[in-house]
């Protein structure tokens, strides 16, 4: 285990930064929503492309979130056998798990970079809005691969689990 | 691979503590490739991750779990447990009973079960404590008493089975409000089957005077109010079920605005939480949908249904059925990839029977609240652990064998009058 | 029963109910079983692999073999099948459809908007209408404001160009939003009123000649799936699908309507357009034809010669 304070540093800057930038997005995920139905009421016209803005920040808050959680080991897990468990015993799991996470990263950021580069050929796009579909999904694709890279450097560093 | 090795191997990854939804995503892409091939496979990868998070109707859960984080911010969850609590805290078990009343009417202000049980644990707990009250009862009343946040509406998990099944949202959950109320009767009587099963010495509380007490409920009226406009507005078709969440949310920041606790500071941190558990929802959302397809291929739903249908039972003798089948699987699978998982192969089955679907969405949550606090996996057992870290597991699972029973009956009872849920969907 | 060699597995998001299913994809599924003397069947999966947007896309990576959506689910895609989903075309979803196909496969199919999947059949819905809830729809002005649910980017334009409000909601959410008095309308065929549960919500109805938009659909099977059966499975398979699927696809939607007519008699109150509105509508409907006209142009195609053969197989189709 290599400079525990680092680590904790990090996990402190990414979550100001998440903080922020989540923080933005569900303002303005409550804002549309709020602009939507007050827009139809007040004034017979709703939120032109508010379920398509809507849609796209759902998926924002989601990824943005992500690295957040991979850097605390913030899943969710069944853990039933952790209380069982030798200290040597959790590290292993904690091992287990951050190369379990590893692998689905790397699968889901280079096959969500690949469907969001077909979609991105074929020039897809939002309905209303016309926002172009397969960039937005390359984006987080990147983030996922970020978050790969990040529990890699968890693993390899031997770094204790973010929320104990 | 045949769906028994597909499971037995999901099962035994899951219980090795590996995240649940790299767990669902890994095994399904196994269980897939293994039947279409490893490129097919892969780019189902690419699809479900792309676009399931992009969904109108799912915006509910950050919306829902806003709202609720939002009221925690200021302060009126404290308000509600006071206020539970200046009725009940002379009576025998009263701070467990009013942890349950104050739980239902966080609940109704909340839409995760989770979040519920996490908050309540965190004000409940160490005043129960003080005044004597066992681990085991202390506990085992926040874990029974966090479910109620799924049943009592607003409800993420029956927003998702409203998505699977194509019912309507704000239907479900007027339908889920008398078995709710149902439940915080049923987990008060609990609380004193407790007492009677496992005497306990607990310090007894004065009465306070009725005026008093009203003081203490004022505190109440913003939750009320709250409440009173999410599912009003629902109700009288101001708004859709789907909008009702970011119009709950506003309420919740506006009146946390009023109490003064809008600080930067604590927004921060409640925005922060409230994306991060949506991020955690969603990444086993993600995972379950993944293998929700590797169930499909596999032709698992097709030989429950064959199976079950060739039974030849009554429809009631077919429902019982289904209620020990969610039983078990709860006692092993987490809720939200349960209804996922169930939803599918179950609806067309019942569906065929007569039974309604909008009583079969709130029995489908009344039986999967059970698995929030059902050994050996209850999330809500779980949560605690965060907020108990001293309390063993195995002591909380012995203090929710009393609620457990009650709910068991609710469930029966709603088998047996299911006008009980439907009374009020039916009057809009 | 004798198992069969090769089994494909076709996706679908519809309930089992819905004319598509039980009137195409079933129908289909059994006269492919039968034309290869049982050594290919099609098996229905019991629950969809995604969301409908994103059958072509599960078709073309070999997620499902076969599958079927509409291609607006996609926008910025499938810009030449839009030709299909224009307004006053043909009262007869069998005369677009026919249409469509014969247009598709002499003029569109080599632009490769189907990339990586065998187009076993194209084909429209019904003609769609304005249903409304409370608001009379005639004269035009009575709707000036009416909040219309709207199927996607043609009705979108089409609503909003008559000063309507649009309401972009999942056709899922129909029912809540005109039970409600969210929306005060939708655009739908007949078909879809009654399938919805909407027909004791809408009173009104407007129609005009060949309706005021359409949708257009495929049904398409895995290329190299296709490919890797027997010769003589394909030519059984081809016999039952193309022009022969597409004119069963007609007549399905066409019975659809008809019965959706028949379930709404007596219920909702149909005014079909006078010459004045429909001049009206018209002009604002030129929109719509520009814009499609823009996608022709891209691609390069002559959208006047697509849409001079599509109005003559039209009436070829139903004269
Ligand atoms: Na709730
Ligand atoms: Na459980």
Redesign the pocket.
């Known amino acids: 285990m290599r400079d525990p304070e680092a680590i904790a540093d990090l996990r402190a800057r990414v979550g100001m930064i998440t903080a922020a930038l989540v923080g933005l997005m569900l303002v303005a995920l409550t804002a549309i929503t709020v602009l939507d139905v007050g827009g139809r009421y007040l004034f017979n016209s709703p939120l032109p492309g508010g379920t398509e803005l809507t849609e796209i920040l759902v998926m924002a808050v989601i990824f943005t979130g992500l690295p957040a959680i991979t850097l605390d080991d913030g899943h969710v897990t069944a853990d039933l056998l952790s209380q069982q468990l030798t200290p040597g015993g959790r590290r292993l799991q904690l091992l287990m798990s951050r190369l379990a996470a590893v692998v689905a990263l790397v699968l889901i950021a280079w096959q969500m970079w690949t469907h969001g580069a077909r979609l991105a050929g074929y020039g897809q796009t939002t309905v209303y809005l016309h926002i172009p579909v397969g960039p937005v999904i390359q984006v987080a694709a990147v983030v996922c691969g970020l978050s790969a890279a990040i529990v890699a450097g968890l693993a390899l560093l031997r770094a204790p689990h973010g929320l104990e | 691979m045949d769906w028994p090795i597909g499971t037995a191997i999901l099962f035994a990854l899951l219980f090795a503590g590996i995240p649940i939804g790299y767990c669902l995503t890994l095994v399904g892409f196994a269980g897939v490739a293994s039947i279409i091939g490893i490129d097919p496979a892969l780019a189902m990868i690419g699809q479900v991750y792309s676009d399931a998070g992009r969904s109108y109707t799912l915006s509910v859960v950050p919306l829902f779990l806003l709202m609720g984080n939002m009221i925690v911010q200021s302060g009126i969850a404290d308000e509600i447990y006071d206020a539970a609590n200046a009725w009940l805290r002379h009576r025998k078990g009263g701070l467990a009973m009013a942890t349950i009343l104050a739980c239902g009417g966080f609940?109704?202000v909340?839409?995760s079960s989770l979040a519920t049980a996490a908050t309540m644990g965190k004000i409940a707990l160490p005043a129960m404590r003080r005044h004597g009250y066992s681990d085991a009862l202390a506990t085992g009343s926040i874990a029974a008493g966090g479910t109620l946040?799924?049943i009592?509406?607003?409800?993420v998990i029956l927003v998702i089975y409203g998505i699977l099944t194509q019912q309507d949202i704000g239907k479900l959950f007027l339908a889920g409000i008398v078995p709710g109320l149902l439940g915080i009767i049923g987990y008060m009587l609990a609380v004193r089957l407790s007492l009677f099963m496992r005497p306990e010495q607990i310090e007894a509380l004065p009465r306070l005077s009725l005026a008093r007490r009203l003081a203490a409920t004022r505190g109440v009226a913003p939750a009320l109010a709250l409440f009173a406009f999410v599912l009003g507005g629902i109700y009288l078709g101001v708004f859709t079920a789907t909008e009702a969440a970011g119009m709950g949310a506003a309420g919740a920041i506006l009146l946390t605005a009023a109490r003064g606790k809008l600080t930067l500071r604590g927004t921060l941190v409640t925005l922060f939480d409230t994306g991060k558990t949506t991020a955690i929802m969603f990444f086993v959302l993600f995972g379950a949908l993944y293998f929700l397809n590797y169930v499909n291929l596999s032709g698992l739903s097709t030989d429950i249904r064959g199976w079950v249908l060739g039974l030849n039972m009554p429809p009631l003798g077919v429902i019982l059925m289904i209620m020990l089948m969610l039983l078990v699987l709860g006692s092993l699978l987490e809720s939200l990839s349960m209804v996922m998982l169930v939803t599918p192969i179950l609806f067309p089955i019942v569906t065929t029977l007569g039974f309604d679907p909008i009583w079969f969405g709130v029995f489908l949550v009344v039986a999967t609240e059970l698995s929030y606090i059902t050994p050996p996996m209850g999330m809500n057992v779980f949560v605690l652990r965060v907020v108990a870290r001293d309390v063993p597991i195995g002591q909380i699972f012995r203090g929710v064998v009393p609620f457990v029973i009650l709910d068991l009956v609710r469930l029966v009872l709603l088998i047996l009058f299911p006008i009980l849920a439907l009374a009020i969907p039916r009057s809009m | 029963a004798v198992s069969a060699e090769v089994t494909l597995r076709l996706s679908n998001w519809l309930p089992p109910s819905h004319p598509v299913v039980k009137d195409i994809m079933q129908p289909w599924a059994e006269q492919v079983k039968e034309a290869t003397e049982g050594r290919v069947e099609v098996q229905i999966l019991d629950a969809p692999l995604g969301p409908p947007p994103a059958h072509f896309d599960l078709v073309a990576s070999g997620a499902a073999d076969i599958g079927f959506s509409a291609h607006s689910y996609t926008p910025g895609r499938f810009t030449l099948t839009e030709i299909g989903e224009l307004p006053f075309l043909t009262p007869s979803s069998l005369a677009n459809s026919l249409a469509l196909w014969k247009v598709w496969q002499e003029m569109l199919a080599d632009k490769n908007e189907h990339a990586g999947v065998k187009v076993l059949a194209l084909f429209g819905h019904g003609p769609g209408h304005l249903f409304t809830t409370n608001r009379e729809v005639s004269p035009l002005s009575e709707l000036k404001g009416a909040k219309i649910r709207v199927a996607g980017a043609v009705t979108d334009q089409l609503v909003q160009g008559l000063d309507m409000v649009s309401v972009q909601a999942p056709s899922s959410e129909s029912y809540e939003l005109l039970s409600n008095g969210i929306a005060d309308g939708i655009v739908f065929p007949y078909e879809s009123v009654p399938f919805f549960k909407l027909d004791g919500l809408v009173k009104h109805g407007l129609r005009v000649p060949g309706g005021l938009y359409n949708v257009s659909f495929f049904m398409v099977m895995n290329q190299a799936r296709f490919d890797s059966l027997s010769e003589e499975d394909r030519a059984a398979i081809d016999k039952v699908s193309g022009e022969a699927l597409v004119r069963m696809a007609g007549e399905a939607w066409d019975a659809a309507d008809a019965a959706g007519l028949t379930a709404l008699e007596g219920k909702v109150e149909f005014h079909d357009a006078t010459a004045e509105e429909t001049a009206e509508i018209e002009a604002d409907a030129k929109a719509i034809y520009d814009r499609v006209r823009k996608g022709y142009d891209a691609k390069g195609v002559d959208f006047d010669a697509a849409l001079a053969m599509f109005r003559e197989e039209m009436d070829k189709a139903a004269p």
């Open positions: 609940g109704s909340c839409g946040g799924i009592i509406p607003p409800s």
